[in-house]
């Protein structure tokens, strides 16, 4: 069964999506299930990144997303970045270094993928 749209907004304006492993698993359905996807191109607090569930998740729906929501995707993605240079509160330089990492790649995929469907 399909997560209301309220669950995945909750997930969405939490700081941080998850603390355990099955936490994060199902903050990941959550979000990958939510059929609107309200959370898309919500830009969060770069700690909240961190864990990698909002990435996961745009990795998972990449081929589902509709045009508009690449776009927000996209947006969101450059916003990360932005704001995991430097000093990030509440996570070790070390994962801020590997979630810009995996941003990067993310963003990356997102990109291709608008390119290859749809118009600028």
Known sequence: MAPSDGEAEKVAE???ACGTPAQCRSALKAMVESPKRPWVGQQMPPDAY??????????????RL???ELARAI????GVSKSLNGTVSGISS???????????QVEGELVRERTA????
């Not at 961190?50 to 081929?63: C, E, N, P, Q, S």
């Not at 070390?94 to 990067?104: G, I, Y």
């Open 14 to 16: 939490k700081k941080s």
């Open 50 to 63: 961190a864990d990698g569930t909002r990435l996961f998740a745009y990795r998972a729906l990449r081929k």
């Open 66 to 68: 509709k045009c508009d």
């Open 75 to 78: 947006d969101e993605m450059r």
């Open 94 to 104: 070390e994962q801020a270094a590997r979630t810009r990492a995996l941003n990067v």
């Open 117 to 120: 469907r749809c118009r600028a």
